[in-house]
């Protein structure tokens, strides 16, 4: 009979790994994707999609979502078919299928339940990851649509805090603790989550340079390949060393060539202000926000 104490380290030792989708699992957006495959030039899905983010009219991340449902051009063009079709023409990330199997039942002594929480349509990603990632793994924006396929309306929208309600959801599903929660995003849509993982002692991991996410995340990676993410977790929660790592992946049949750490400061400089007739050396006015650090 298994003991008590046996019991806890295997409770101790499950985690829930969360995965951003756009540009975390892939290296382009399925908006730009999507307006390219109905005809939509890439630069007018750009120019609305920045314009309702810099009017704060959705949650960050939510563009897409909205413009499907009440931008007339979009409605008029999208079926449902067309969102399993950019799943098919999105250009993933290398390795998300071994990505998924070593995180399942690849570490000794570690399970990490892998989901994925996106913005984008569930179908896109259902489609790109088929094979890969479960689809009951997989949380989206979900629609509800016509006979003719022509989206109607939005069931739920897992941008921003949506992304905390689906993150909360699993975690009460899946009897883990907070502190055993592992999201890994890119850009700005996925601060809100991060927060909230990094609030109640979970870990984030960035794998862009995007400045408010480099800021938010416990660690940023950089990689064409999804296993890089694994890193991190190796050397932050399984405790590994580097000569491990590299052997792991070797195990795999992956050689790490390249291995490049760096600490990135953001600056902004600007001439402070001094008092007409100052000396050369006097002491000057500081302007507020006059350097800035990361």
Not at 31 to 59: C, D, H, S
Not at 89 to 112: A, P, S, T
Not at 249 to 266: M, N, P
């Amino acid at each position: 009979m298994e003991s008590n104490e046996d019991m806890a380290d295997n409770l101790l030792k499950r985690y829930l790994f969360a995965s951003d989708f756009d540009q975390t699992l892939t290296f382009n957006d399925s908006g730009y994707v999507l307006a390219e495959l109905v005809g939509i030039p890439t630069a007018e899905f750009e120019r609305k999609a920045k314009g309702m983010a810099k009017l704060n009219l959705v949650q960050q991340g939510a563009e897409l979502a909205y413009l499907l449902l009440h931008d007339p051009e979009f409605r008029a063009r999208v079926r449902k078919d067309h969102l399993y079709e950019v799943g098919q023409r999105i250009r993933l990330k290398e390795n998300i299928e071994l990505l998924y199997r070593v995180l399942n039942e690849g570490i000794d002594g570690y399970q990490f339940e892998f989901y994925v929480l996106s913005a984008a349509p569930v179908e896109v990603i259902q489609s790109a990851l088929e094979g890969m990632v479960p689809a009951d793994h997989i949380y989206g924006t979900e629609f509800r649509y016509t006979a003719g396929g022509e989206i109607e309306s939005i069931v739920r929208a897992t941008a921003g805090y949506g992304k905390v309600a689906v993150l909360d959801q699993l975690q009460a599903e899946l009897q883990i603790g907070p502190d055993h929660i592992v999201y890994s995003g890119d850009g700005s849509s996925d601060v809100h989550v991060m927060l909230h993982v990094n609030a109640r002692d979970g870990f984030t991991i960035a794998v862009s340079e995007a400045k408010l996410v480099s800021q938010v995340a416990s660690r940023t990676v950089l990689s064409r390949s999804a296993v890089a993410v694994l890193v991190p977790i190796f050397e932050d929660i399984v405790h590994w060393d580097r000569l491990r790592i590299r052997q792991f992946f070797e195990s795999y049949g992956l050689l790490i060539q390249e291995w490049d750490r760096v600490r990135t400061d953001w600056l902004t400089l600007r001439p402070a202000l001094v008092d007409a007739g100052s000396a050369p050396g006097s002491p000057v006015k500081k302007v507020p926000g006059d350097l800035t650090l990361q």
